[in-house]
């Protein structure tokens, strides 16, 4: 059984920085592609960030570029999301997933991901 829990989540202003966490059990992690997504209200879930099990390939939606970055820390089993310069319109549900798939070419639908963590909510204030 894989479980992922976010944390991190909180208020900020626009322009702070913030960096998400997400521990993941079981040997999943060394094997796995991981992704974070988010969901704003009223919104679709939608894709943010993938980073390969290897950690060297990372991937990125326009509307973080520049400003998100997506680690791996193996030896404690945990993903990350730093987030610099958020923005309003960054409020969201952040979830992390996993994707048994390590090597698809298509991975920002999230009928690609196989498992999910319950969310952690980040709200940026203007």
């Known amino acids: 059984q894989v479980q992922l829990l976010e944390s991190g989540g909180g208020l900020v202003q626009a322009g702070d920085s913030l960096t998400l966490s997400c521990a993941v059990s079981?040997?999943?992690?060394?094997?796995?592609?991981m992704g974070w997504f988010r969901q704003a209200p009223g919104e679709e879930r939608e894709f943010v960030s993938r980073i390969s099990p290897s950690g060297l390939s990372t991937f990125y939606a326009d509307s973080v570029k520049g400003r998100f970055t997506i680690s791996k820390d193996a030896a404690k089993n945990t993903l990350y999301l730093q987030m610099n310069s958020l923005k309003p319109e960054d409020t969201a549900v952040y979830y992390c997933?996993?994707?048994?798939?390590?090597?698809?070419?298509?991975?920002?639908?999230?009928?690609?991901?196989?498992?999910w963590g319950q969310g952690t909510q980040v709200t940026v204030s203007s």
């Open positions: 997933a996993a994707d048994k798939d390590a090597f698809r070419t298509t991975y920002t639908s999230i009928w690609t991901y196989d498992y």
């Open positions: 079981g040997r999943t992690f060394s094997s796995y592609a």
